[in-house]
């Protein structure tokens, strides 16, 4: 016989042999003891997690020659006959190929039959891509099946499955697989196939596979292959996957938080050098950077210590608000990757663009009369940037936090959209922005008014502005939402002190920084 991958020999045969899955193992094994065996089960869950292998489980604990039983023998000829997937009494059926309606009425005609066993089991895999007409016709026999049927629907997707089925099934949700029981499991495992496995190559090995044990042991399979039988560390690893190491994310972070750009495109070109993948590296990046952000906020409970080590320090470098935006712009450029005609020039424009940004100050800290946060100091930049239309253009070539708001939408809604930025007045007033048009402009803001436009208007002013910051659009006369000023107040402000000097300096520095207008 041939080589058997590792995912297969490894398979679980027993229910105690489920990781990661113990609920659903103990209710299962509960209820098969006390006879109480539905007609219908749906699993749902990610793939690589146990659904299919749990489904066989259930088969076996059914058809073994001591069952019904809780645990099966996995030695009579039917235990046997389950494993090597040769059963007459297990049908295997794949819901993505054989979705139509004459499908199903297929399997309708057999399983009038009675099985040589005690039941005869229909594992429907990916049940979620059958046809409405298939699942209705599959309905008809979940309603009235005979009584030596029982179903075992599986799904990545339960959303996609209709009510009326699911109402028909007995639901169980497989969790992921924390990372520790999958690295736990890939030292077990390594040490029956005399595999070297370095601890840190497992840890590495269990983050990839994202909570699939079997795409680990897969991974585990491809990697004992690159390193020709010899110790797995975690250098082959990165290797034989294309990963990124740790080590080499906090070196272009680093130049990112400390402002320098040539050293982050440096970075950026050994790995690509050393044959990683970009859309590889932008995903590292994400992780890390996600990681990190769960570390400033003290949300460690899911993260390997290692990692919560190695980011710890390193996260006191920068603000929430500054990996917020730093998780979106990478984000932005993780999906817009595949689509790009120069994917390394937009790489390395997007890692300048991170290294100038300077970090978030919210309007609550200018009020308060930070010297250092009113400065607004700015990175240079290279090209113009469109922004909000002013008497006067600026001669310094900076990006004033008006200039960024407007280049941050129109990277977001386009450049047709983001032109009708050029027609508004912006007005910072108690933490919110207001675009003001002119009364005959009223169908531009409209425009914005856009459920759409007004969610990108508010995610890019939180990116300036701070998180939360509120769009309004008003028109200079007659819109309701615009600011007016009734008798009473006008009096009460009458009879208000004036301000002080040093008041009117601070208030007149905020407006400077803004380029802002004051109203009321």
């Not at 130049?255 to 970075?267: E, R, T």
């Not at 819109?479 to 009879?495: L, R, Y």
């Amino acid at each position: 016989m041939g080589y058997k991958v590792l995912a297969l020999k490894y398979r679980p045969q027993r229910f105690e042999e489920l990781v990661g899955q113990e609920h659903i193992a103990r209710t299962l094994q509960n209820a098969i003891g006390m006879g109480r065996i539905a007609h219908a089960y749906l699993f749902t869950g990610p793939r690589g997690v146990g659904k299919t292998t749990t489904a066989r489980l259930i088969a076996k604990a059914l058809n073994c020659r001591n069952g019904p039983t809780p645990t099966p023998c996995n030695e009579c000829n039917f235990c046997r006959d389950i494993t090597s997937g040769n059963s007459p009494d297990v049908l295997e059926i794949d819901g993505a190929s054989n979705r139509g309606i004459d499908e199903v009425r297929s399997l309708q005609e057999k399983i009038q039959y009675l099985p040589q066993s005690n039941y005869r089991v229909i594992i429907i895999d990916e049940v979620h891509m059958l046809t409405k007409e298939a699942f209705n016709a599959l309905l008809k026999v979940l309603e009235e099946p005979p009584k030596h049927i029982v179903f075992v629907l599986a799904t990545t997707e339960p959303h996609k499955v209709l009510p009326t089925i699911l109402s028909r099934c007995q639901r169980f949700d497989f969790r992921r697989i924390p990372v520790q029981l999958i690295k736990e499991h890939l030292l077990s495992v390594a040490r029956r196939e005399n595999i070297e496995l370095d601890e840190s190559a497992a840890l590495e090995l269990a983050i990839r596979a994202d909570g699939g044990l079997r795409d680990a042991l897969s991974l585990l399979d491809q990697v004992f292959a690159f390193a020709v039988g010899g110790r797995i560390e975690p250098a082959i690893v990165y290797n034989a996957l294309g990963l990124v190491p740790l080590s080499e994310f906090i070196q272009i972070a680093s130049s990112i938080l400390n402002k320098n750009p040539l050293q982050a495109i440096q970075h950026l070109n050994a790995l690509v050098d050393s044959g990683r993948d970009l859309t590889s590296i932008a995903e590292s990046l994400v992780t890390n950077f996600h990681n990190m952000l769960l570390v400033k906020l003290g949300a460690t409970s899911e993260l390997p210590h290692e990692i919560v080590e190695n980011l710890s320090s390193f996260a006191q470098l920068a603000t929430k608000e500054d990996l917020l935006r730093i998780l979106f712009i990478l984000s932005r450029l993780q999906s817009e990757l595949k689509y790009s005609l120069k994917p390394k020039y937009q790489f390395e424009q997007t890692l300048i663009r991170l290294a100038l940004l300077d970090s978030v100050i919210s309007i609550r800290e200018l009020l308060a009369g930070e010297d250092k946060s009113i400065a607004c100091e700015e990175k240079p930049v290279t090209s113009e940037t469109p922004g909000l239309s002013t008497e006067k253009k600026r001669e310094e070539v900076v990006q004033s936090p008006k200039e960024r708001f407007c280049a941050l939408f129109e990277q977001s809604r386009g450049q047709g959209i983001g032109a009708i930025l050029e027609h508004a007045s912006l007005i910072i007033d108690e933490g919110r922005i207001i675009l003001e048009f002119p009364e005959e402009q009223e169908t531009m803001a409209t425009i914005l008014r856009r459920q759409e436009n007004i969610k990108a208007l508010e995610r890019s002013a939180s990116l300036v502005w701070g998180e939360n910051t509120k769009v309004e659009i008003i028109l200079k006369k007659g819109v309701p939402g615009a600011k007016q000023v009734s008798a009473e107040k006008m009096e009460t402000k009458a009879n208000e002190p004036e301000p002080s000097k040093a008041e009117m300096d601070k208030v007149k520095r905020i407006l400077e920084s803004f380029d802002a207008t004051l109203i009321g």
